[in-house]
């Protein structure tokens, strides 16, 4: 991730945290920036950059101490369908199923 790219996502970061709504121009309008905001859409549409390299750098901001650092994952399936979603797959549905009856469905876990 470039210097630009890094600005333009830290504004975001601070809108996602102030927004009452979470959708790219209300992030936009709570970050008070004036930037337009088709440059925060080509954040994700066009920039050269990783989540999961964001997301261990955040990770290695949190363990820097000496402290236990202790990480919740939600498994609720994302249902998506389409011939341009990337990385579906059929998986349990843990909302949907019980002990006794599984439901499966197409998507993102």
Same mark, same amino acid.
């Given at each position: 991730?470039?210097?630009?790219?890094?600005?333009?996502? %830290?504004? @975001?970061?601070?809108?996602?945290?102030? +927004?009452? %709504?979470?959708?790219?121009?209300?992030?936009?309008? +709570?970050?008070?920036?004036? /930037?337009?905001?088709? +440059?925060?859409? %080509? @954040?994700?549409?066009?920039?050269?950059?990783?989540?999961?390299?964001?997301?261990?750098? #955040?990770?290695? @901001?949190?363990?820097?101490?000496?402290?236990? #650092?202790?990480?919740? +994952?939600?498994?609720?399936?994302?249902?998506?369908?389409? @011939?341009?979603?990337?990385?579906?797959?059929?998986? /349990?549905?843990?909302?949907?199923?019980? %002990?006794?009856?599984? #439901?499966?469905?197409?998507?993102?876990?």
């Amino acid at each position: 991730m470039n210097q630009p790219t890094a600005n333009t996502f %830290r504004t @975001l970061i601070r809108g996602w945290l102030l +927004a009452p %709504r979470r959708t790219i121009l209300g992030m936009v309008r +709570a970050s008070g920036t004036e /930037r337009h905001h088709a +440059a925060f859409h %080509r @954040l994700f549409a066009t920039a050269k950059w990783s989540i999961d390299q964001a997301g261990l750098k #955040v990770f290695d @901001l949190l363990t820097t101490g000496k402290q236990t #650092v202790f990480i919740s +994952a939600d498994d609720t399936l994302l249902a998506r369908r389409g @011939l341009k979603v990337f990385g579906t797959g059929m998986h /349990r549905d843990p909302v949907l199923s019980s %002990r006794s009856h599984h #439901v499966t469905r197409w998507g993102h876990c």
